[in-house]
């Protein structure tokens, strides 16, 4: 398909509601051919991969990382590199990491070359971490209670062996929100970073009646904290309901929540979204706040290092972060990682006595 | 172009074996002005630890009412090229498949019309091109219209449908996961263009239970291809991977959730009546089992983020459906949905805290289905239900106690 870009733009001529362009124009001929009629497949090193069709063809997969956010020349560098070993054909995975895609065999091998000599990072197929699924920060984005980008660096700096070699006992998936958005995938993942604040917003009058809409302002409080205070064409409120969602925020401009020095970050674990052996989980709250400290938060680096070798050094073979901690129990999560039980582990809000313990089972860790 | 920020900090975040997002902030910066503000800004951010967006932003293409993030920095004074710094969001194709000649169109573009920097993708799927003025706007879309490309969704709209790799090289996938992604996408082009719901709306399909795109959790509608035939045993394959050192009793028949799954050392059996197609013994025997038809998909609806009533995964509203083209079923049930909750939803109310508010009844009802033990994980425990005129009337315990 030729690509144009013209030196002068027509805005007439814009087509609308086309949508994307056939997905069949982007696969390798062996994928078109063999579309829904693969065999099998092995994972050759942690950044390899071959499907074999029931045709007998094969199709090599090299995983490598991606920081998501790309400039146009890497973007350039990896259509040069596909073009040399992948007859230009290459994707992108649900977790943002990078594939090439190679039909001829002889070409494996000297593009893992390529790519270790670039420096590439291969590596994300099988039990081990993968890329972190994350979101904008403060690289663009209004709400960010901390950024994103930075964490998944410092995540994946600490944890690169597990991505290039070493293996975990099932896949350990990460994941970074920027607020309680939670954008992408931390409610459902083994050990993920949410973004929060600990003061409530501050109310700005002023702007409040220009700028605001008061019934969807106060629909958007989860607690019902925000009452109205018609004296002042604006909002009070209930500061003892406020948990700093800042949701009314979203909303709300005139309801700024950004704080220096209080804003910071949980880490939920436990959470999965396949259906193999146990349910999907949500995550639960291990961590309540680890402050920001940029560029490295090493406070948030380290907590993660410690649950995720707790749990390598205590899980199963393919039990995930969750099936681990439902095995071993919470009083043991606690106690195998140190981690300090406080009020706020213990929910108050929809869903309390269903996490409540209404039995007498109990582990006794501290003896 | 010469280095126009100092950033320590950022700078510490280009060492380590993980690939730098700074380094490629840096590399757009050094050619593009708008990257290299941005680059500064953040590096202040990080100074501060606070964002310097300001709230929102409303921009766009004519004729659509989505598809581009508009956002402002509060810093214009002192980082004049992000004072504009919007998103577009581009529908990517089904997959995440690229050619490099169509990556190089999209660097060309971006290079010209924006700050060239992306992400490749968003967590919807969206192709992100991050950072342009609105006064680019409408030459972008015109010229991604012209190259067989359009933007994908934001607001209370149909957001970017997306799926897992799916037949494109997955032996597992019992449904056509790309097909479907792209044909739900083309058929529901104005619902994705036009806000017209109460609030966003996803849809993600993926080929099996394993569910490599988080469809159950990340999508209101939630498309999770399965099977009702047997599973297929070959068993010098599975005897291979004994002989190799996996212990099948303790990682294949201890892990079963059904307990339908038997092994003497020589053969393994599987009660297929038991079988709750959790998919872990044929994803960790890989070639060795096999699904058989029937395939098809369970529907499932209603997963979100916290706000407002709290996180929720999707749950099951069609068992099991048939998923061939042209997907009839799934987008006549997609009508019937989206007409109720426009008709009864809130503002900013999602179709499953919808669902919620007004009962399962009345969303099976409106869907023209009938309740089924699948819906639910237990029946409930409390006494407190609600008749209608006529539940009654066909004696529904009579065929049972015959």
């Known amino acids: 398909m030729p690509y144009v870009i013209p030196d002068v733009v027509d805005v007439k001529q814009r087509k609308t509601d086309i949508g994307p362009p056939h997905y069949k124009n982007f696969l390798p001929p062996v994928i078109q051919k063999n579309y829904g009629d693969w065999k099998t497949h092995e994972i050759l090193t942690p950044g390899l991969m071959v499907h074999i069709a029931n045709s007998g063809d094969k199709i090599w997969t090299v995983r490598v990382a991606s920081p998501r956010l790309l400039s146009t020349d890497t973007l350039r560098e990896i259509a040069d590199i596909a073009d040399k070993y992948c007859d230009g054909y290459f994707r992108f995975t649900t977790r943002n990491n990078l594939e090439f895609l190679v039909s001829d065999e002889s070409k494996v091998n000297p593009l893992i070359e390529e790519l270790k000599a670039k420096k590439y990072m291969i590596g994300g197929i099988g039990p081990r971490v993968s890329n972190v699924v994350h979101t904008q920060g403060w690289i663009h984005c209004h709400s960010a209670a901390v950024d994103a980008s930075a964490l998944v660096k410092c995540l994946l700096d600490d944890l690169a062996d597990y ?32 973004g929060i604040h600990t003061k409530i917003p501050r109310i700005e009058h002023e702007r409040f009646k220009d700028l605001c809409e008061l019934p969807t302002t106060m629909a958007a409080c989860p607690t019902a904290a ?5 004296a002042k064409k604006s909002i009070k409120l209930k500061e003892e309901k406020c948990m700093y969602c800042g949701n009314c925020f979203s909303v709300c401009p005139a309801l700024p929540i950004k ?11 436990g959470g999965k979204v396949g259906n193999l052996r146990t349910p999907p989980k949500f995550s639960k709250l291990a961590v309540p706040y680890l402050p920001n400290n940029p560029p490295r938060w090493p406070e948030v680096t380290k907590a993660v290092r410690k649950i995720f070798d707790a749990y390598v050094a205590g899980a199963k073979k393919h039990e995930r972060v969750g099936e681990w901690i439902d095995r071993i129990g ?12 406080t009020w706020q582990h213990i929910d108050d809000w929809t869903y309390t006595f269903e996490t409540l313990r209404t039995t007498a ?7 | 172009m010469t280095k126009k920020y100092d950033t320590p900090l950022l700078d510490e975040l280009e060492k380590g074996p993980f690939p730098s997002f700074v380094t490629e902030m840096k590399k757009a910066a050094a050619k593009n002005a708008m990257a290299a503000d941005e680059l500064g800004l953040l590096e202040k951010s990080f100074r501060d630890k606070v964002t310097y967006w300001k709230h929102g932003g409303i921009v766009g293409v004519r004729g659509y009412g989505g598809g581009v993030i508009g956002r402002y920095s509060e ?5 004049p090229n992000v004072a504009h710094f919007h998103t577009v969001r581009v529908n990517q194709p089904a997959g995440l498949f690229y050619t490099s000649e169509t990556m190089r169109f999209f660097c060309d573009l971006w290079d010209k019309y924006g700050s060239g920097l992306t992400n490749f993708h968003g967590s919807t799927g969206d192709i992100i091109l991050l950072g342009t003025v609105t006064d680019n706007l409408e030459p972008l879309a015109t010229i991604l219209s012209m190259n067989g490309f359009d933007l994908g969704g934001s607001g209370s709209a149909m957001r970017t449908p997306s799926c897992c790799v799916g037949p494109a090289r997955c032996e597992w996938s019992m449904i056509d996961t790309l097909d479907i992604t792209y044909d739900l996408t083309q058929e529901f082009q104005d619902e994705l ?11 993600k399909v993926v080929g099996c239970p394993i569910d490599c795109n988080a469809a159950i959790a990340r999508a209101d509608c939630s498309i999770i291809g399965t099977w009702k035939g047997p599973i297929e045993i070959d068993q010098d394959r599975v005897r291979d991977y004994a002989k190799k050192g996996m212990n099948i009793q303790e990682e294949i028949v201890n892990l079963c959730p059904g307990k339908c799954i038997t092994w003497d050392g020589n053969n393994l059996t599987i009660n297929n009546d038991d079988c709750r197609h959790c998919m872990h013994c044929i994803a960790k025997l890989a070639g060795a089992l096999k699904p058989t038809p029937p395939f098809g998909a369970t529907i499932l609806i209603g997963a979100k983020a916290p706000f407002v009533i709290g996180a929720t995964l999707s749950w099951v509203v069609v068992p099991f459906m048939e998923m061939k083209p042209p997907y009839q079923e799934i987008k006549d049930l997609h009508r019937k949905w989206w007409e109720w909750w ?3 939803g809130k503002n900013r109310e999602r179709i499953g805290e919808l669902i919620l508010r007004r009962g399962m009844r009345e969303f099976l009802e409106i869907s023209e289905l009938e309740p089924a033990p699948e819906m639910v994980k237990e029946p409930r425990r409390d006494p407190f239900f609600f008749w209608k005129e006529g539940d009654l009337e066909g004696k529904p315990w009579e065929k049972w106690l015959k």
């Open chain 1, 330 to 341: 919470w009083e043991k999560f606690f106690d195998v990682t140190g981690i300090p039980f």
């Open chain 1, 226 to 230: 925000i009452i109205p205070d018609p």
């Open chain 1, 163 to 194: 991505f290039t070699t070493k293996e975990t006992p099932n896949k350990v998936r990460l994941a970074v929100a920027c607020c309680t958005n939670m954008c992408g995938a931390v409610h459902c993942s083994d050990i993920a970073i949410v």
């Open chain 2, 342 to 344: 426009s008709e009864y």
């Open chain 1, 361 to 367: 089972q109990i582990k006794w860790v501290k003896k």
């Open chain 2, 75 to 79: 810093l214009a004074d002192e980082f």
């Open chain 2, 193 to 203: 263009h036009r806000p017209a719901f109460p609030y966003k709306y996803k849809i």
């Open chain 1, 259 to 269: 704080d220096a020095e209080n804003d910071g970050v949980a880490i939920v674990v």
